[in-house]
């Protein structure tokens, strides 16, 4: 099977696991092209969700990536954060320069929808790392890009897992679950990787030395950034370690058979106060509601920080 090179925008609120998402998308050229990075609010508010992409990127030493910001808040809730699992930066752990590459003065959502327009029907993937706020906000602001999203592959939701951020929800739906309804109404070939998945992604010592053994100013940042995100996971679940949720999006791309999930409905609560966000994932199929996600249950994780560690040490 030949192997194509996906073009892709990234959509993300960095986020240490955001970070080493986006580090592992502009380390890996050959199979996907980054048209764009969009930062929305999420863990931290905008003005540091855009710096901290752009930081990424400089790191990557690919200054010239276009990054844009998106919409503030959500689209009718009021804005929560995550910083105390993130930091007050969003990138805590290391000491940050302030990046010196210049935010796009284009607003996210206009890119979105332009690109969209512009390129050819079908040959754009959306990669969506935090709330949908900008996803949605680009289908409701010009209905007929919908139509032309190759696939939409996010890290969102929960099901046997169930919630990180309340007992019934997965932070990135939680924040905007008005936006996750529109986007996972909307018909587009969804890939979704739930906390279900991600949680089988935990880094340990090896793991993180691994990264700081490439001996490299990436690999060090990733040790770093992943040491200072594991605390809270650690803290909380008991577990060795972190889940790198945000990067299985990319390895997806990469390596899609490092995945397995199945192709289920999933619709989103947006109405109750208990159970605001949650991802109702009809896994055993027991309503007659259509299929519209691929909802993936498991990773080869050595595969998964095989190939991440690989692409990082290129940087
Ligand atoms: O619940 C995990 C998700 O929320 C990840 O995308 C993390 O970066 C935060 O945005
Ligand atoms: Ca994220």
């Known amino acids: 099977m030949t192997h194509h090179r996906r073009k892709i925008i990234i959509d993300t609120d960095p986020g240490q696991d955001d970070a080493v998402a986006i580090l592992l998308a502009l ?11 969009t930062a929305v609010a999420g863990n931290v508010p905008l003005p540091l969700t855009e710096r901290n992409a752009r930081i990424i990127c400089e790191l990557a030493d690919k200054p010239d990536t276009l990054v844009f910001a998106g919409c503030d808040r959500p689209l009718q809730r009021a804005l929560v954060t995550a910083e105390h699992v993130h930091g007050k930066t969003g990138l805590d752990g290391p000491q940050l320069a302030d990046p010196v590459m210049p935010l796009q003065a284009q607003h996210g959502v206009d890119f979105i929808i332009e690109t969209l327009r512009r390129e050819a029907a079908h040959t754009v993937t959306l990669c969506p790392l935090g709330p949908l706020t900008n996803i949605a906000t680009a289908m409701q602001r010009a209905p007929d890009i919908t139509a032309r999203i190759q696939q939409i592959i996010l890290m969102g939701g929960a099901y046997f897992e169930v919630g990180n951020i ?27 990787m739930p906390l279900d998945v991600t949680h089988q992604v935990l880094t340990n010592r090896k793991r993180i030395e691994a990264f700081r053994a490439l001996g490299t100013e990436p690999g ?18 008991g577990s060795e370690g972190a ?6 999006v990319i ?15 999933v619709e989103i609560e947006a109405t109750s106060e208990l159970t605001m966000g949650m991802t109702v994932a009809d896994w055993w199929g027991v309503s007659n509601r259509p299929a519209n996600a691929l ?16 692409r990082i040490g290129r940087l």
Not at 220 to 237: G, I, L, N, S
Not at 251 to 265: C, V
Not at 297 to 309: I, K, N, Q, R
């Open 166 to 192: 309340t007992p019934a929800a997965e932070f990135n739906i939680y924040v905007d679950p008005q936006a996750a309804e529109i986007v996972f109404k909307s018909g587009v070939p969804l890939v979704v």
């Open 251 to 265: 390895a997806y791309l990469i390596r899609p058979e490092l995945f397995q999930g199945r192709h289920i409905n």
């Open 295 to 310: 909802f993936i249950g498991s990773v080869d994780a050595d595969g998964f920080f095989a190939v991440l560690t690989e």
């Open 220 to 237: 060090r940042m990733v040790a770093e950034w992943t040491d200072f995100f594991e605390r809270f996971d650690m803290q909380k679940y």
């Open 27 to 37: 380390a890996s050229p050959e199979d996907v092209e980054v048209l764009g990075i």
């Open 243 to 248: 889940p790198l949720h945000d990067p299985c």
